[in-house]
């Protein structure tokens, strides 16, 4: 099946990308676990996060706009929509973090716990920026953690 969605799209990778990294930095420095934070642009996964023992914990952001939300209870659906074209590095293990654009809350969920048959979906998509089919994977928010955003 060709998902044409799926094509790269500078602007919003240009909008989002620094944003998305940014929240979810501030929110990894916050844990006693982080020892280091690598962002290097290579259009794999966004940060690589070596903890105090020195094993690598991969984190994927994405930015998610026009339903603002802060937790699990105030999320306006059943499930969390992941995009299907990151499973490409799901043999890596990673996590994968929504950043609500609005409120700067976070929604994570491992790639082992997404990324499964029973939660895939295909869809034609018709955006400003994307048109063709995609799938996406609508896991039950109760298998994501959620984060609220840091006060400052």
């Known amino acids: 099946m060709e998902y044409k969605a799926r094509n790269f799209v500078q602007e919003s990778y240009d909008t989002n990308d620094a944003y998305g990294k940014s ?6 420095m916050t844990q006693d676990w ?35 939300w802060n ?3 105030s999320f306006p659906f059943n499930t969390v929509s992941f995009l299907g074209r990151k499973e490409k590095w799901k043999h890596n293990g990673f996590y994968y973090a929504l950043v609500c654009a609005e409120t700067k809350a976070l929604c994570i969920a491992h790639s ?8 895939r979906e295909v869809k034609q998509i018709n955006t400003g920026h994307r048109n063709g089919l995609d799938a996406f994977y609508r896991v039950p928010k109760d298998i994501c953690r959620w984060i609220p955003s840091l006060k400052k």
């Open 71 to 73: 937790d699990k209870e």
């Open 23 to 28: 929240v979810l930095t501030d929110w990894l």
């Open 112 to 119: 082992s716990e997404i990324f499964k048959d029973e939660y």
């Open 34 to 68: 982080v020892n280091k934070i690598i962002d290097e642009e290579d259009y794999g996964v966004d940060l690589e996060v070596i903890d105090h023992k020195g094993r690598t914990h991969l984190f994927e952001a994405e930015v998610k706009g026009n339903y603002p």
